[in-house]
């Protein structure tokens, strides 16, 4: 009896709840409740059916599907490349003017002043070249497919030099040595993992070798007895033996930075100084932009780059070449207050009191709360180990668990870390504009308590 109060799909999807919705995926999502729904009266899992609950249901699933999977969060974590939290953001200014060019026949792949096709890379090229002196630059998707890219034009079925201490393996299982086995590279490990001097790169070169490479340790670094050779004796090494010298950077930042985060880490500037045939590393790290791998060098060298037909599996589109173009801009006109990356990172430890503070007290009687000087990291395999210093609000709540606080603000789009079995807001991330928001959210979950 139950079974046959089923509702037959061609009549339930004409029910007036559905006015509005695409039809084929109403049809198609009812189909799916339906049959649920029998296989669960036959097996005596359902003794009742409401019609309107499954109105509800098919339109909650509809809801589902077609709203946005992407949501906007507040990064109360204190980690300012937060990988799995989209890393660097980009200041509206230049997103706005990024919108004109997407939204806009452009000239893309058009000379304006020949009248004719032109090159894609040139609008992102001049500025490379005016800002970090380099002879030529080439954008692709990400670092990864840099180091792929490099490798495979100039090293397929030839040695590539590289240090024990540096076959990194990064987020996502991306593996160094994998990644010169499929681009056709031979890998050549010299020195241990420990301790790698000029001498081993020496003695490793021989008629099949064809780059001396040194590679970023993101995410990690060898410390004790323990000892590595600078790019720059790496560099003129090659330049010895007329081979090709490449550092993948995973993360270059151009600027200099604060609490001595730079002694480790070049950078592209201090680099460039040293006349090297390749440099690669990533456009949403610490260059704070979007994402995407650049690639700086010899003109040489960028011009057979260019002419590898896996070049146009990996190149960038107008979107990524229009925001990138827009934040090199931002450097050049030394506006670096509109890179939000650069602009958390150099917040002072007085104004980040402040807002903690400010937030403390829009919060009185409502939590128990604590301001806390502690330490946070970048992130993103950058400055891998290196803390700067940052403040946090400490959240207690009746006699909830961290976890479970954690997890009440993450329901409610805030991401916060637990650290000593307390949850923290670290203010080193959360947005200025988004002060107000915090606290609104937090009043509205927790004035009930």
Do not use: W
């Not at 002196?133 to 100039?154: G, H, P, Q």
């Amino acid at each position: 009896m139950l079974l046959k109060s089923i509702p037959k799909v061609d009549r339930f999807i004409t029910n007036i709840a559905f006015e509005g919705l695409a039809k084929s995926l109403i049809t198609k999502i009812s189909k799916e409740k339906i049959s649920n729904l029998r296989e669960n009266i036959l097996q005596n899992k359902i003794l009742s059916f409401d019609e309107n609950l499954l109105i509800k249901n098919v339109i909650d699933e509809y809801k589902n599907i077609t709203s946005s999977s992407l949501k906007p969060l507040i990064n109360a974590t204190g980690i300012i490349v937060h990988t799995n939290l989209g890393r660097s953001l980009l200041h509206k200014e230049t997103l706005e003017k990024a919108f004109n060019i997407a939204t806009s026949y452009n000239n893309l792949e058009y000379d304006l002043q020949k009248g004719q096709r032109g090159e894609r890379y040139e609008h992102i090229t001049k500025s490379l070249k005016e800002l970090l002196d380099c002879e030529d630059a080439l954008v692709v998707n990400n670092n990864a497919s840099a180091v792929f890219l490099i490798l495979n034009t100039f090293c397929k079925n030839k040695e590539v030099v590289v240090s024990r201490g540096e076959l990194v393996e990064i987020g996502g299982s991306f593996r160094v040595p994998e990644v010169m086995n499929q681009s056709g590279a031979i890998l050549k490990e010299i020195g241990t993992t420990n301790k790698t001097h000029l001498r081993d790169y020496e003695n490793a070169i021989c008629e099949k070798t064809s780059m001396l490479m040194k590679v970023h340790k993101s995410n990690y670094e060898i410390v004790g007895f323990s000892s590595e050779v600078k790019f720059e004796d790496i560099s003129n090494l090659a330049k010895q033996h007329n081979l090709i010298d490449y550092y993948d950077m995973g993360s270059g930042h151009i600027d200099e930075l604060p609490y001595g985060l730079g002694k480790n880490e070049p950078s592209i500037k201090e680099l460039m100084k040293q006349n090297p045939s390749l440099l690669s590393f990533s456009g949403d790290k610490l260059l704070g932009s979007v994402q995407a791998g650049i690639i700086i060098g010899k003109k040489e060298l960028i011009s057979k780059i260019k002419k590898n037909q896996l070049l146009r599996m990996l190149r960038v589109d107008k979107i990524t070449l229009a925001l990138l173009e827009e934040s090199i801009n931002l450097y050049l006109k030394n506006e670096l207050d509109k890179i939000p990356t650069l602009k958390m990172l150099n917040t002072s430890i007085e104004m980040l009191e402040n807002r903690a503070k400010k937030v403390q007290k829009s919060l009185e009687n409502i939590l128990k709360t604590e301001v806390l000087n502690t330490n946070t990291l970048v992130g993103g395999g950058t400055t891998p180990n290196r803390k700067i210093p940052t403040v946090a609000l400490s959240l207690e709540f009746k006699d909830f668990k961290a976890n479970k606080i954690e997890k009440i603000l993450r329901d409610n789009l805030i991401i916060s870390r637990i650290e000593n079995d307390k949850v923290l807001l670290d203010f080193r991330t959360i947005l200025e504009e988004d002060l107000e928001k915090l606290e609104n959210i937090l009043k509205e979950i927790f004035k009930n308590g």
